[in-house]
């Protein structure tokens, strides 16, 4: 009884000091982030008084109505050879926020200066300092994965950081490398990533196995049918109008980003699959394999609708502020659609053709393992 008790007190103090470590950690990098100022290569002033702000009333040919300010800041710079000298500002924001913010007090900015005849130093506001802002929502985002999650949700963030780590290795890779097509430099990277995260999540077990392989052929097989698709039809109804500024092949760009766009949702499908059948197979071992495949149509069915949902969500609400600013610029819906809902759309169907693939997938190579596993015991 001692020894039980002794082990729960240890559990807890334990915990406490897990919170308490990552309590110090988050105070340390929030302090860290209010004087980083010497980390950046760019000018940063702290806005420190508001001398005059003007406003406009502006019209375009579209006759939407809009207020433009020209505030006059006064600001001290805090990193570069001009540190501690005071910089008068000029920035323009309108009500709509369409590109610069409203400053305020003690605002930290990136700068543009500019030397000029007096001894007074001139400049212009480029952009906001938002790493403070981040770096809160950041926090928030891992003291709830942590607390609800517990080991499963440390594991799911190292995961995240992981995977934002090869995505942006494939990225510099494939501007490095121009002669080597994006969709092939990603498709190694979804590879790379359905393993590494599931192994992370689920750890080495049968169903781990079962969902990485699910995942890797529902997700390459809507790649192949999204391909000969689009090669059947040449491409037609696609407007790749929002790729031309890449200056590079925006067909092979464009399956990449299905590909790895489809991949989170497939992975669900993948995990949903293997978890659910190995866990009625661990509360009863003597399930047949007919029961376990009429409760996976089952658990396909209930999840199939719902992931395809959220996949026309995620990609459809993104083109929202560029639906608006046609549609403002008189732009007829026919044409406001098609240039702005072609490839989301056409992300949307192809994930959704990856769920509905991934679930017979998940359901058979899931009972694959149950079955070898049951002949084994």
């Known amino acids: 009884m001692n020894k039980c008790k002794n082990m729960l007190m240890y559990r807890e103090n334990g915990q406490w000091i897990y919170w308490g470590i990552l309590f110090f950690l988050c105070l340390g990098s929030l302090i860290f982030v209010n004087y980083n100022y010497s980390f950046y290569d760019r000018p940063i002033a702290q806005v420190i008084e508001i001398s005059d702000e003007r406003q406009v009333e502006v019209t375009d040919g579209s006759q939407n109505h809009d207020t433009v300010y020209t505030q006059s800041l006064v600001a001290t710079i805090k990193n570069g050879e001009e540190k501690g000298q005071q910089l008068e500002l ?41 790493d403070q802002a981040l770096l809160i929502v950041a926090w928030i985002f891992i003291f709830v994965l942590l607390a609800v999650g517990r080991k499963q949700g440390l594991f799911a963030m190292i995961s995240l950081v992981v995977n934002a780590l090869i995505i942006a290795y494939a990225l510099e890779l494939y501007i490095d490398t121009s002669n080597i097509s994006l969709l092939f430099i990603m498709s190694g990277a979804v590879i790379v990533m359905t393993i590494l995260s599931l192994l992370f999540v ?3 077990q049968e169903q781990t196995y079962a969902a990485i392989i699910s995942t ?22 696609l407007r790749f109008e929002e790729m031309a500024f890449l200056s590079r092949p925006p067909q092979a760009i464009f399956m990449a980003g299905v590909l790895v766009g489809a991949l989170g949702a497939v992975m669900d499908i993948g995990v949903s699959m293997a978890s659910s059948l190995f866990s009625l197979y661990e509360k009863n071992n003597e399930i047949s394999i007919k029961d376990l495949r009429e409760s996976g149509i089952e658990i396909g069915k209930d999840i199939m609708g719902t992931m395809t949902n959220i996949l026309f969500f995620a990609y459809v609400s993104g083109t929202i502020p560029s639906l608006l600013l046609y549609l403002m610029n008189d732009a007829s819906l026919g044409f406001t659609l098609s240039m702005n809902l072609s490839l989301e759309l056409t992300r949307a169907l192809a994930g959704g053709i990856g769920i509905v693939l991934t679930i017979p997938i998940g359901l058979y190579t899931t009972i694959l393992f149950i079955h070898r596993k049951q002949v084994k015991s």
Do not use: C
């Not at 890797?216 to 999204?226: A, K, V």
């Open 202 to 204: 689920s750890g080495f």
């Open 216 to 237: 890797l052929l529902g997700t390459f097989m809507l790649l192949f049918i999204t391909v000969l698709v689009l090669w059947l039809t040449d491409e037609q109804g």
């Open 90 to 130: 000029t920035n323009e924001y309108s009500d709509s926020r369409a590109y610069h913010p409203k400053l305020s007090k003690g605002d930290d900015v990136f700068v543009s200066i500019e030397q000029t005849n007096t001894d007074k130093l001139v400049g212009s506001m480029l952009d906001m300092k938002r």
